[in-house]
Structures are given as C-alpha cells and as structure tokens.
C-alpha cells in the first residue's frame, strides 16, 4: 500500500493545484466545477509549462469572466509563488510524467500528486511509489482520469461535461465514498449513485496499472475515517488482489462503514483460457486467486454488500442506502442549486442551440476537414494530379479551372517577367534593403512597394485601355489622340530601344503563342492596329511587354468561356494583372536579396558626386518682436 | 497489457548481450531458433547456418511460452544434428496440450548439451515494493519441492543490489566457497540486465557452471518486460519478438485490428469468441466492455456471445469506421437467425461521443443489406460529451436505412440494453 492513508479527505473546497503542461479542455473543465460548487477561488494557482519564462499566463473562464492563470517554468517556481497549492496535476506524457513527478516531489507544499499519463513504465512508478511513501504523500494514477471531491475539488476530465457534473449532483456533498480502476465507469457510478442515494462524497478512480500509486484498499480505508462518508461503494475487477485488502480490513474489523461492492470480469470463464492471462509473475505464482468470483466471495464472507450482477449493483446501493436513512444513521445531504454557468459558444453551437453571425467570409479554399482545399478540390488531388501553378492561381484566383492553352499562358507570363535586372526600381529598393541587413521579407516588400504606376502598373492599365477602345470600336488614331488630348500616356506602347526593326523577342514569343493556341486574339489585334498608327510618329514607339501582356489577358479572360463581359472587367479593375506582376516579380526580387546577402554585400551608400546638390536660399525662423531682424543682418 | 513474455531465444540473447556490455562477462552464447522463418528445416540448411550443430550434442526445446517442458516431454537432450532435425520435423505445427491450453508448435530453440552436476536457481521479479531476488542450489525440475531452500531478498524501487547483499544471500543459500566469486559476479549481472531493459520477470530454472569454460550457462530462462518501456528501449529490444500468448491465434480481422491499435494513440481491441454467436458488442471502454460481457454471461447467454471489443482514449472519426465495419463485418456472417448489436457505453469524460459515432454510422451504412439478412437490431446505449447529438444520430439513421436501432442515454442503465438484445435474439420483439 501507498502512504498513510488515515486521516480522511484529501481535499476541501479551498483546495487549490498546480497544473503541470498546460491543456485547455481540463483547465477549463477545473474551473467551470468550481463556479458551479460557488467555491470562492479557482482550483488551479498555477500553471507549470516546463522551460517557460516568468512573466506569462494562461486566460481561462471562471464563470461569465475571464481570468489570468500565471504560468511558471518548474514546479518549484510555481510552488514558492503559491505556497497554498497542496495538489499537483500532472498532464505530461507517458514518457516525461516519471521525470515531472520526481522533481515535484520535494516540493514540500505538495501534498497529492496526480498522474494522467497511461503508459508510464513500471520501474519509474515503483521509484515514485515508494518515494511517496518515504514523504508520506500521496499518489493518485498512472492512467487514470483522476477523482473529485462533490461540492470540493475536482481534478482534470474526471465526471466529463457540466451538465453530467449537475445531473449527478456533484456540485454539492453527498455521503457516498467511491472507488474504483476505471476513469469511465466511475463516471458512469457517479450517475448511479446520482439515480439511488444523496450523491457522491469524495470519488477516485486509481487508474488500470499493475501498480497504481494509491489502491483501492487505500482509499477504502481513507473513506472510513471521513465522517460525512456514512457508506463505501468500490468497484473493482479481475486481476491483481487488491480486494483481498478490502476483505481482511473487514475482517479485521478497521472498516465498520458500509461497503457495497462489485467486481467485474466473470466473462474471463468464457474467453479461451490463452487469450486472457491475469497470473502473477514468478515461478511461485501467488496464493490468492485473482478472478472475479474469487474476490468477490471473499468480500461477500468477510461482509461487504455484493450483487450477483452488475446488474444488481444499483437496486443494492438503492437498498443499502434507504436502510441507512430509515435506520437515521444516514440523513440525506441537501439538494443545493448549482451556481449556473453561462453557455459555453462553442458548445452551443456545436449542438446547434444558438446561431451567430459571422466576422468573415471565404469562398476560395476551406482548412476544417481532413485536408485542406482550394475551392473544392482536395489538395491531395491538387498534388496527385500535378495541377500546375497556373491551374492553382486559376483556382484560387478566379476560383474555376481554366483551359490548358490559358494556365500555361499564365505560367509564360510569370516566367517573363520574374526579373528585369537589378537596375529597375524595384531589384534596387531590394538589393538596398537586403545590403542594409534587412531579413528576406522585408527585402522582398521593400522591391514590391515600388510597384504601381509607373513601375509595372502599365499592363493594368494598358489591358483596361485596349478593352474599352475595343470594343467601342474606337479607331486606333481616335484612341491615341483622345489619350493625348488628356494628357495621358498611351500605357504599352514605346520602349526605350526597341524598334519596329528591332522587335522585343518577349513580344514575339507571347504572340506567336497566343496566335496559335488563343480561340482568338482580338485585343492583341487591336493593340497592334494602335502600334501601327504609333509608329508612323516614332520608330520606338511599338508595342511593349506590358501592352502585349495587357492586351493578350483581355483575350485569355474573353476567349477561355468562363467569365462574362462584366466577370472580365471586374477582374482588370480588381488588380488581378498586377496580381500576376507582383507573383512574378517577387521571384526575381527574392533572388537579388539573396544574391546580396550570399556575397556579403555591406551597406549601400549613392555616392555624393551621383547626386546634383542644390538648394534654395536658406529659410530663417521669424522673430515676433522684431519681425524686420533678418533685415538688418 | 503491459507486460509481454519473450521467447527462450531471445531472452537469452537479451541477457548475454547485458552481461558482456555491463560487466564484461562473456556467456560464449551458442544458440539458434528454427521455425518457419529461418529457412528450409533439413540437415543441410541448418548445417550451413548453425555449423556447430554438427560438432557438439544438442538440446532441442519448442520455444513457446509455456514452461514445464521436461515434465511434457518435450525436450530432446544430447542428440545429433539427425535427431535434432527429427524431433523438430516430427512436432512442427503439431497441436499439443500445456497447461490447459491447445496450440500449434512453431518456434523451437536448440543449443549445445551441456552435462553437468549443479542445478542453480535465480529469479528476479517485479513487485509493488521492489525486486524480489530469489536464489537457490537446487534449482531444476524438482525446483517446487525443495522451495523451503530458496533464499530471497528485495531491492527497493530505485537502490542498488549491494555486494554484500548478494554475498549474504548467497551464503544463506549455501554456495560453495569456491563458486561464490563467479555467482556472485553473474547475480549482479543479471539484475543489472533486468533493470536495463525494463524487465519485470527473468527466471532461470536452472542455470549451471560450464566447468569446461568457466562461465555460466542459462539452461532455461523466462523473461517478461514491461512493454510500457518500447519508447526508451529501442535499442535494447530492435531484434525481439513480441509473440502472441501460447495457444492464441489471431484471425485476420483480430491481426488487423491490433495493427490499427498499435499506430493509434487511441486504445482498440477486438476478440473473436465465438463466430457462430448472435450477440455482438462494440463497447466504449476498458472497464465497461468487461462488465457487458459479464451481463451477457449472468443473464446465461455467454454462448451467444460473439466477440469482445473496445475502443477508449477519443479514436478518429476514420479509426472508430475501420473498427467497426471490421466487427460488423463478422457480426453478419452468421444469417441462420436474429442478431444483436450492442454498442455500447459508459458516460464518457472527455471522449466526443458524436465524433465516434459519426465513424460507426458511416460503417452500419456500409454493412446495410448484410445487416437487414442477419435479422440484426441494433441497441446503443451512451453518455458524456456531446452525447446528444449522437444519440441523435443513431436515431436518425435507423429511420433513414430502416434497420431498428433502439437508442438509450446515461438515465437508462449501462447494461438494460443486454437485457433487450437477448429478447430480440430469443423473441424477436
């Protein structure tokens, strides 16, 4: 047995923890029992996150508001701030709750130590057994969900929602001790005991491990020493003989309380005989028979209250307990209202009890179910069927999947204008950041911030321009000259060397692309009729990158049958072309900051003699007094 | 559960490997296991993989997790590599009886015959207040009769097994002076290797002295560790099998639910008890799919009884499908009359119960028409969070595929539904 479990509750409605690896659903669940029991203060002190820094906290709800739970890094920290906290909550993993427990233990404020954990191996529960005994604390678990003292303390997930917590009256004391292995079925005993008697006193389940850190019989005998307990219920099961404990205590004469007891596993009979092995280890197996009927005859002579029947078990705890009433050594705890919580908004709209409008729409991709999607499509599909960038920007731009000939026009595009060297605007404003020691991003955003009118903003304009003029029928010398007369440029036509004799090779190809893959090439058509009539002003003033690619996205967008007229100017005003620059561009941007910072490029300073210095004459602060001094110098 | 025993063989191995690595001492280990696996079983091909086979006598043993060998007349001493050979042909995949319990040999573990005069004993096993050191003189099969004359002594969780403790157990157990360094050497050792790789039992029943080389020889070891310590263990146990119990064999849906168990974090489990049975439960739980089964046999109906099963520690959504379509798949089988499903429950702590549920509808949904040939009515019966709109769901899709599904909540009895199967079973109604 564990150590010395005399001496009756281990916990009272002041009882505070501390909470080792933090998890929401029992914090909350913590706190949610103690505004039903009316308790003053919340359950948990603290909060133990191993490794973090002083200073933080955790927000949960106590009631309508919400409260701070400090957080603090070990335990010990945690403990010397809140020397009042006597039980510690360990929700680490079956792997590091060993470890956790092991350095908590010192610790003298703490009193109970409580293991979540399943899985924790057996040598390191036997250590922490038995250094509990030495400091004379007391250890609930491994796997376990824990216990609850009704109207007191309640650790973790232990008697699960608040409705459940209400319905089994555990928001205030009753006079029934219970114990058992399983977190569930002590759940389950909890409405049982709820159906049958005036509720629960103090619950613990200790967990289905070959060594549990407290027994049944531990608790059986801590139950006798707590006066308001007036009867013991404890379930137990096949396997291990803990029981045997319960018995000789009758026997003996220490347990006086009234024990209905059951034990599960009379099916093991039929179950072939090689499938379940419940033997002690060791070539003297033990000499105490570990079945169910075996421990259950055993209580039963040394006098507990045993059913023949789990089925049985509730019309006896019934029995047993209107007995103790008649007899009035039992007077029923009274009923109290609950402290009611306010509903809880994910719950509720879970159970689709409320309805709330939302903050914000989306209609492009979706993260809630298994996998992700982009409009629809799952993006294993978008992987297992190698759908291209172009089919993602069509999905997650225009949220349809466009003809091949368009996404590859897509693709052309973005590889064309990825980068233009590193003396345009942008290049320059991110090889400047990059060499001022600026992280990549801001780099990369220091470039794109240059992009708008007059750097990359023309193919915008130039595919809105084109459109229009199209398809009012304007005549390319009406379009020129209407554009003139108010004072515009005419966006895509000139370029700095080109010529009609010396063609942009990236005109070309993107033509000749679309003239044979296009249904049709209209405004491409139309762009050249204005280039024609530009020509005969200057010889430089041909179709450039930017109206070719203006004027081509016009005729992907008409010709691709996914969009209406109004569909198609909609996503020229929106920005969707400069879009497709701004994507494409960053590639090149990127690669200039990380060109800069793999050479180790120091800071830029523009030299002096690149800069014309000049100035006004120099302004001078006006004097009230004398507002004619600068006169007189 | 927790604790897994090991073959003969690789305990053996297990062993040696601690000793040489802990203390230095070299067993000179000569050992081989034949089944299935290691190859064509003749002459020659062992020959190759076990040349000392043809150069020493043999002991030939089945290595299955049962002792009591010698007393079943299954051990084959000092042979040739022909009769080795023999004795392990003539028994392969033979059924035999060991306490109680029928299963097929598979596994046989064969070593060099060792003569010799001492027959030690030594066990070392877990208990709730330490290890229990046990060590006798007289070890060997008569080892029950003569258990007035084994010596014990505990080492507490966390202390070391101090020198002089082993000397005075020793000593209280009458070992000749001259052997003492040696087995004191070799105790130490093997509670070090115990502790090392998390074992919760290794017992030698009997080891001897190897005059010839001077070292111990293991004649007979059991060995159990704590399956709980696979996480730091790795190393230690890469080469060791965990096999099945003696005389249990895993049908391919049972194999197939372990292998889902295994990679979940989620607990699932499934026996088959009788395929012919009406009765069928998948219930939430360790403890409660105890007490179903319990309630089906104390009503006397553990003869109709079909299956165990249990699924705890909130499965996904897809893993509670997997399971159930597996079980509903074995529950259909049997067409000759009524049957009962029973899914069942406790009230939850923290499990989502429509989250489950969504899987095993999903999987009911599946199985329909097999389902409506069984005569099956399905009953389910649970609580926790959630639980609601689980329940719901249950009901609603007994409207929608027009199978009964009678649906109960935590202010029913966790067991009535048992109560309501075996009707259906037995009446129909």
């Known amino acids: 047995m564990g150590g010395s479990m005399e001496g009756g509750s281990l916990f009272s409605r002041e009882t505070q923890a501390l909470f080792y690896n933090y998890k929401a659903a029992p914090v909350q669940r913590m706190l949610d029992f103690d505004y039903l029991c009316r308790r003053e203060k919340p359950s948990i002190a603290a909060i133990v996150s191993p490794g973090s820094k002083p200073g933080g906290f955790r927000k949960a709800f106590f009631g309508n508001t919400e409260i701070a739970i400090p957080v603090y890094g070990s335990s010990a920290e945690a403990a010397a701030a809140h020397p009042k906290a006597d039980v510690f909550v360990n929700y680490s993993s079956h792997r590091s709750a060993y470890q956790s427990t092991l350095d908590c233990l010192p610790v003298p404020s703490i009193r109970v130590l409580v293991i979540i954990a399943e899985g924790v191996p057996e040598r390191d529960v036997k250590v922490l057994i038995a250094e509990c005994k030495k400091s004379n604390k007391v250890m609930i678990g491994p796997a376990t969900v824990g216990g609850i003292q009704a109207g007191g303390f309640k650790i973790g997930d232990t008697a699960g929602t608040v409705e459940n917590i209400i319905r089994c009256k555990l928001h205030r004391p009753g006079s029934i001790g219970f114990v058992s292995k399983s977190g569930g079925l002590s759940n389950e005993m909890y409405n049982v005991l709820a159906r049958t008697t005036d509720g629960l006193f103090e619950g613990v389940a200790v967990g289905g491990d070959a060594y549990p850190g407290t027994t049944l019989s531990d608790h059986v005998r801590r139950f006798q020493d707590i006066p308001e307990i007036k009867m013991i219920v404890v379930l137990g099961e096949l396997g291990g003989s803990d029981e045997y404990g319960v018995s000789e205590m009758l026997k003996s004469g220490v347990l006086t309380k009234p024990i209905v007891a059951w034990i599960s596993g009379s099916c093991a009979t039929y179950f072939n005989s090689a499938e379940v092995q419940f033997g002690h280890a060791g070539a003297r197996s033990g000499n105490l028979d570990e079945s169910a009927a075996s421990k259950l005859t055993a209580l039963r002579e040394a006098g507990a209250i045993c059913p023949t029947s789990f089925e049985g078990f509730e019309p006896l705890i019934a029995e047993t307990y209107m007995k103790l009433v008649e007899s009035g050594e039992l007077v029923p705890k009274p009923e109290i209202e609950p402290q009611m919580l306010p509903g809880d908004l994910h719950q509720a709209i879970k159970a689709g009890q409320v309805r709330k409008a939302t903050n914000m729409v989306c209609t492009i991709s979706d993260d809630r179910g298994e996998e992700p999607s982009y409009v629809g499509v799952p993006i294993s599909e978008v992987i297992g069927q190698s759908y291209s960038v172009g089919d993602v920007i069509s999905l997650l731009w225009f949220k349809r999947l466009l003809p091949p000939w368009a996404t590859k026009f897509i693709e052309l595009v973005l590889v064309t204008a990825a980068d233009h060297g590193p003396c345009v605007s942008g290049a320059h404003n991110s090889i400047v950041a990059a060499r001022a020691g600026k992280d990549l991003v801001s780099s990369l955003c220091s470039g794109l911030l240059t992009i708008g009118p007059r750097f990359g903003g023309a193919v915008d304009q130039a595919a809105i321009n084109f459109r229009n003029a199209c398809d009012s029928d304007t005549s390319a010398e009406a379009f020129v000259e209407g554009l003139k007369k108010k004072g515009l440029r005419v966006e895509g036509i000139g370029h700095r060397i080109k010529t009609a004799e010396n063609r942009d090779m990236r005109v070309e190809l993107l033509s000749g692309y679309a003239k044979e893959n296009f249904p049709s090439t209209k405004y491409l058509s139309y762009a050249e009729t204005v280039e024609g009539y530009t020509l005969q002003k200057a010889n430089n003033l041909v179709l450039n990158i930017d109206g070719c690619i203006g004027a081509l996205f016009v005729d992907m967008l008409s010709g691709c049958e996914s969009f209406s007229d109004v569909e198609v100017g909609e996503i020229l005003e929106l920005g969707a072309l400069n879009g497709i620059f701004v994507l494409s561009r960053s590639i090149g941007l990127i690669g200039h900051a990380l060109d800069q910072k793999r050479m180790k490029q120091p800071l830029y300073r523009h030299p002096h003699e690149d800069v014309l210095y000049t100035q006004p004459e120099r302004p001078y602060k006006k004097s009230k007094s004398d507002p004619d001094s600068k006169m007189d110098m | ?429």
């Open chain 2, 1 to 429: 559960m927790a604790r897994k025993k090991i073959r003969e063989f690789d305990g053996k191995r297990m062993i040696a490997a601690a000793l040489k690595r802990g203390i230095g001492l070299d067993l000179l280990l000569k050992i081989a296991q034949v089944s299935d696996e290691s190859g064509s079983i003749n002459k020659e091909n062992l020959l190759k993989l076990y040349p000392w086979f043809g150069e020493v006598p043999l002991v030939v043993k089945p290595d299955m997790l049962f002792g009591k060998r010698g007393k079943n007349n299954l051990v084959l001493l000092n042979a040739n590599v022909d009769q080795a050979v023999e004795f392990i042909l003539d028994r392969m995949h033979s059924e035999v009886e060991v306490g109680g319990v029928t299963g097929k040999l598979t596994h046989f573990v064969v070593e060099p015959f060792l003569p010799h005069d001492e027959e030690y004993y030594l066990c070392v096993q877990t208990q709730r207040e330490g290890d229990l050191i046990s060590f006798s003189c007289t070890g060997g099969m008569e080892i029950e009769e003569n258990w007035d004359r084994v010596k014990s002594v505990l080492v507490s969780p966390g202390d070391e097994f101090r020198s002089e403790e082993i000397h005075s157990l020793l000593l209280s157990a009458d070992v000749v002076q001259a052997d003492a360094p040696l087995l004191e050497k070799f105790v130490a050792g093997v509670y070090q290797a115990y502790v090392e790789n998390d074992c919760t039992l290794i017992e030698m029943n009997p080891f001897t002295i190897d005059r010839s080389q001077n070292t111990p020889a293991i004649l007979d070891v059991r060995v159990e560790v704590d399956g709980y310590a696979h996480f730091r263990q790795a190393k230690n146990w890469s080469h060791v099998v965990f096999p099945e119990s003696w005389g249990r064999v895993k049908d391919e849906d049972e194999r197939y639910i372990s292998s889902l168990d295994e990679k979940s974090g989620a607990s699932l489990k499934l026996s088959v008890l009788n395929p012919k049975g009406h009765l069928w439960t998948m219930v939430a739980g360790g403890g409660a799919s105890v007490i179903y089964s319990d309630t089906v046999v104390d009503l006397g109906y553990g003869n109709e009884l079909g299956n165990y099963a249990e699924y705890s520690g909130n499965p996904k959504e897809q893993e509670t499908y997997l399971f159930a379509k597996t079980l509903l798949s074995l529950a259909v089988v049997n067409q000759d009359k009524r049957t009962a499903l029973l899914i069942g429950g406790g009230v939850a702590n923290f499990t989502d119960v429509a989250a489950t549920f969504t899987g095993i509808i999903q999987a009911i949904k599946d199985v329909k028409g097999k389902l409506e040939a069984a005569k099956a009515k399905i009953f389910v019966r649970r609580g926790g969070p959630n639980y609601k709109t689980g329940l719901r769901l249950m009901e609603e899709l007994g409207e929608e595929i027009e199978i009964p599904i009678m649906v109960y909540g935590p202010e029913t009895s966790m067991t009535k539904i048992v109560e309501h199967g075996i009707q259906w079973i037995e009446t129909g109604v």
